[in-house]
T-cell receptor, first 118, second 113 residues
Framework: GAGVSQSPSNKVTEKGKDVELRCDPI?????LYWYRQSLGQGLEFLIY????????KSGLPSDRFSAERTGGSVSTLTIQRTQQEDSAVYLC????????????????FGQGTRLTVV | DAKTTQPNSMESNEEEPVHLPCNHS???????IHWYRQLPSQGPEYVIH???SNVNNRMASLAIAEDRKSSTLILHRATLRDAAVYYC??????????????FGKGTKLSVKP
């Protein structure tokens, strides 16, 4: 079956340019998460969408970062005026949140977008 | 948010059991304990989760202390494929659904043949 799909898989951009990263979650999944992972580091939470609730944006590192989720499905992470420190792998995950569902809510991850800012 | 503490790294021999500890002394009553792992060059994958009772699945077992302030992920027979970073995560559960999924630094497990 289809998993979480991210595009592009690799992106090289010049410093100062804007980039858009796309995430197609598993169909029907109500929760969507964005993370970034710098080389050799752990996962840094960026933003969390859950159904119709206001997204948790507490992890966005600056106002250059924004994300939206249209129609409760596809999500786009936008980085404006990219900097070299934005270079990382950006990971997206989705999960089916089942009310009263014994707390599992397993998150499935995409393969990520490797962003390189030169 | 409640935090977890894990050793930075551990080593194991192939075919032997591995016990990966996690301390979470500030856990609240509505926090579930989740474990994920990240194999090299891949996204994380779910391993197991629990609330109060010990849990078993095809991948691992989760032993939860009676006071819930610590837990241990048990791999019964480590294989080379189990070499990964293992993350212990507390997820709040409220309003009938899970909260956010925040990763810490995890434990890097090395498996020697």
């Amino acid at each position: 079956g289809a998993g979480v799909s991210q595009s592009p898989s690799n992106k090289v951009t010049e410093k100062g340019k804007d980039v858009e990263l796309r995430c197609d979650p598993i169909s029907g999944h109500t929760a969507l998460y964005w993370y970034r992972q710098s080389l050799g580091q752990g996962l840094e939470f960026l933003i969390y969408f859950q159904g119709n609730s206001a997204p948790d944006k507490s992890g966005l590192p600056s106002d250059r970062f924004s994300a939206e989720r249209t129609g409760g499905s596809v999500s786009t992470l936008t980085i404006q005026r990219t900097q070299q420190e934005d270079s990382a792998v950006y990971l997206c995950a989705s999960s089916l949140v089942v009310a009263g569902g014994a707390g599992k809510d397993e998150a499935f991850f995409g393969q990520g977008t490797r962003l390189t800012v030169v | 948010d409640a935090k977890t503490t894990q050793p930075n790294s551990m080593e194991s021999n192939e075919e032997e059991p591995v016990h990966l500890p996690c301390n979470h002394s500030t856990i609240s009553g509505t926090d579930y304990i989740h474990w994920y792992r990240q194999l090299p060059s891949q996204g994380p994958e779910y391993v197991i989760h629990g609330l109060t009772s010990n849990v078993n699945n095809r991948m691992a077992s989760l032993a939860i202390a009676e006071d819930r302030k610590s837990s241990t992920l048990i791999l019964h027979r480590a294989t080379l494929r189990d070499a990964a970073v293992y993350y212990c995560i507390l997820r709040p559960y409220y309003g009938g659904s899970q909260g956010n999924l925040i990763f810490g630094k995890g434990t890097k497990l090395s498996v020697k043949p």
